[in-house]
């Protein structure tokens, strides 16, 4: 299990940095000593607007003083700290490589954070090839910098400062968002924000607590309690002996989810319309059960454990979720089947429990060990709950792009390339030598579908490459969509349709081409393809905010993936976010533009100079814009030299003011 030691850590940091306390200091005085009783430091009066915040801060590990009795809430915070204490809120996650900055040294105590913090945009670097580790940072940065940690949620409201128009354009959104969720507070004395003013460690402190405490981050609030539950259900008695070893190894509580109306033997009889056959092919059906668990508030981590009916986990399940307010608390699902992985029965659960912390689960077999299940839960990552902060930040995020292997881990389990090749009006013989000159440059995810008449030479493409380059058909993710009318009024026959076409022996990925009166049945169809393990995962194409509202809760397998039209002068950047949220990726088509829009988007002067100073083409950097935040990308092209600089965006990383640039070219202009 995962062991977090925030003080020491931080302490370090900041003693390296910050200078040290005289020897003989004289004892505190009585003020000072409230002080201490209050705030644990001499030099944070307990009456002081940020004097919660430090407490906070101290208590939960995220900021430690410069000494055992001072905090120095007047000092300055550099980059390279404020990168350690965002990382270690994060969790250490695994970085790719060391720092790539000529002023950040391997192996230093920042070293691990400040790599993160390129790695996934939190903080770049500068133009020169620098990171700033030991420069202060000023207001507007540690603002942004906090935005973008947050995800870059929607801003909010205007700027209301009598300042505004002193703050930097790549700051405006950022400083709007904190500003609107009054992450703020307390440091906007008559009005006035001072964007350019170097923070001071006492306003760290204070925004972190504002942003944590008031949940603006849209995390789940942290679960009291710290125990672990084991709750399962066992019609024969397959999954009760792995419960009951679970909850031994786990020194965790145990819970039997027992129906009202128990299941006889002609109920379980597969295939005959019995009761449990006709409740797994209605996504509605929730099964009463009998008995609670009274003190689910004290369970920070949920085992759950039921069999494989029909590819799925039996209803009852369903009722459990949705049972109790499950945010913030872990669930780690496990199953027992003869037969049947655990596919899409683990990620079809999420969505009744969206503000829980989803780990992978684990299909067993009958009769499985109590060593095998010891040799399992040893080695997940399970959360400590020893701060308010470590729920917080190990809390449901969402998929992270893998710059190094160029892909992202779909909530069906399965890595999808995060740059591919959209295949929409290419035809015969020149989508054959598209595709193959794709792979051949490289890329790894083809994008058709029905409605574009070419599945046929995408098909063949694919087989002729596999043969030359010596791919193998996994290396290779194809996706392909299915349209309104009459395909969705005959989804069956239309799904198959497709697999034929293609003859790839599977699909990657299948997605509804657009909403449709048939939608949810067309999408119940492919659910049971993918229990067949003809298609893989399952997505949407051109849905919005107000369509996912209405269709998830209809559908058994949460989509893996959403596809809109997205570019710089159409950015949804509300829509984006709250995909996101839903653990659900974002791949955009028309990323340049779409057929007589590129020359002009190309030709924009904001992008044409960003793509100078980098030395990369405007295509280059659109499509590096979109990578950053987080939406995968699909040009289209028949020409080779294209679709090979189309595949380099690995290479450069565009500033937090070169993505703000971009940001405010947004014009809601619909291409298609």
């Not at 870059?152 to 002193?166: E, I, K, N, W």
């Not at 504002?210 to 981050?217: E, I, K, P, Q």
Request: net charge negative; hydrophobic share 35%.
């Amino acid at each position: 299990m995962k062991k977090r030691i925030f003080t020491s850590f931080i302490l370090i940091c900041l003693l390296l940095t910050m200078p040290a306390c005289a020897a003989g200091t004289d004892q505190p005085n009585n003020a000072e000593r409230l002080s201490v009783q209050n705030t644990g430091f001499t030099d944070v009066p307990a009456d002081a607007w940020y004097a919660q915040a430090v407490e906070y801060c101290r208590e939960n590990g995220l900021m430690a003083g410069t000494s055992d009795t001072t905090f120095a809430p007047e000092g300055t915070l550099t980059r390279a700290m404020l990168a350690a204490i965002l990382y270690r809120m994060s969790g250490t996650p695994a970085v790719s490589a060391p720092p790539a900055f000529s002023d950040a040294e391997t192996g230093a105590w920042y070293s691990d954070a400040v790599a993160w913090a390129a790695e996934t945009g939190v903080i770049s670097g500068y133009n020169s090839g620098t990171f700033g580790v030991n420069d202060p940072t000023t207001r507007e940065q540690a603002v942004t910098i906090l935005w973008r940690y947050a995800g870059s949620p929607d801003p909010g409201t205007a700027l209301r400062f009598s300042d505004g128009d002193s703050v930097s354009s790549w700051a405006q959104a950022a400083i709007q968002w904190a500003s609107a969720g009054d992450i703020l507070e307390g440091m906007t004395a008559n009005n006035h924000f001072d964007p350019q003013t170097n923070i001071k460690r006492g306003e760290v402190a204070s925004m972190l607590y504002h942003y944590l405490s008031s949940n603006t981050s849209g995390q789940p609030e942290p679960a009291v309690g710290g125990k672990t539950l084991v709750a399962y259900f066992s019609a024969t008695n397959t999954t009760r002996p792995l419960a009951e070893y679970a909850a031994d190894i786990l020194s965790a509580d145990l819970y039997e989810i027992v129906p009202e109306d128990p299941y006889t033997d002609a109920d379980l009889a597969y295939y005959t319309n019995g009761r449990a056959d006709r409740e797994q092919n209605d996504a509605s059906a929730r099964p009463a059960i009998s008995g609670i668990v009274e003190n689910m508030a004290d369970y920070d981590v949920i085992f759950l454990g039921y069999p494989i009916w029909h590819g799925q986990a039996p209803r009852i399940i369903s009722t459990f979720l949705e049972s109790y307010d499950l945010t913030g608390k872990t669930i780690i699902p496990f199953c027992t089947s003869h037969s049947s992985g655990i596919g899409s029965s683990d990620t079809s659960l999420h969505s009744l429990a969206s503000g829980a912390n989803w780990l992978a689960g684990r299909r067993f077999a009958g009769g499985t060990t109590r060593s095998s299940m010891e040799d399992w839960i040893s080695g997940l990552d399970l959360p400590e709950p020893e701060t308010a902060v470590d729920t917080v930040t190990s809390a449901t995020s969402k998929a992270a792009f893998n710059f190094e292997t160029k892909s992202v881990t779909l909530n069906s389990g399965y890595e999808m390339p995060i740059n591919g090749l959209g295949t929409y009006s290419l035809h015969g013989e020149t989508c054959v030598s598209s595709v193959k000159s794709a792979l051949s440059s490289g890329v790894r995810l083809i994008d058709t579908a029905s409605a574009y008449g070419n599945e046929e030479e995408v098909g063949q493409a694919v087989r002729e490459a596999m043969e030359e380059l010596g791919l193998q058909r996994e290396d290779i993710f194809v996706i392909t969509k299915i349209y309104p009318g009459s395909e969705m009024a005959n989804p069956e026959q239309s799904i198959q349709a497709c697999l034929d076409r293609l003859d790839l022996g599977y699909v990657d990925m299948m997605l509804l081409h657009h909403p449709d009166r048939n939608d949810v049945k067309a999408y119940q169809a492919m659910e049971k393809f993918v229990e067949e393990g003809k298609i893989r995962s399952l997505g949407l194409s051109n849905w919005y905010v107000k369509e996912l509202e209405e269709f998830l809760p209809q559908v058994s397998i949460t989509p893996a993936l959403v596809q809109n039209e997205i570019h710089p002068y159409y950015q949804e950047n509300e829509v984006i976010p709250y995909i996101q949220d839903l653990g659900i990726v974002v791949q955009g088509w028309y990323p340049l533009g779409g057929r007589g829009h590129t020359g002009e988007l190309l030709g924009d002067e904001v992008i044409s100079s960003i793509a100078k100073a980098h030395g990369v083409s405007s295509a280059q950097v659109i499509l590096r814009w979109n990578l950053q935040k987080g939406v995968v990308v699909i040009p289209g092209s028949s020409n080779p030299d294209h679709i090979k600089e189309n595949t380099e965006l690995y290479d450069f990383a565009l500033t937090d003011e070169e993505m703000a640039q971009i940001n405010a070219l947004d014009r809601n202009e619909k291409h298609d």
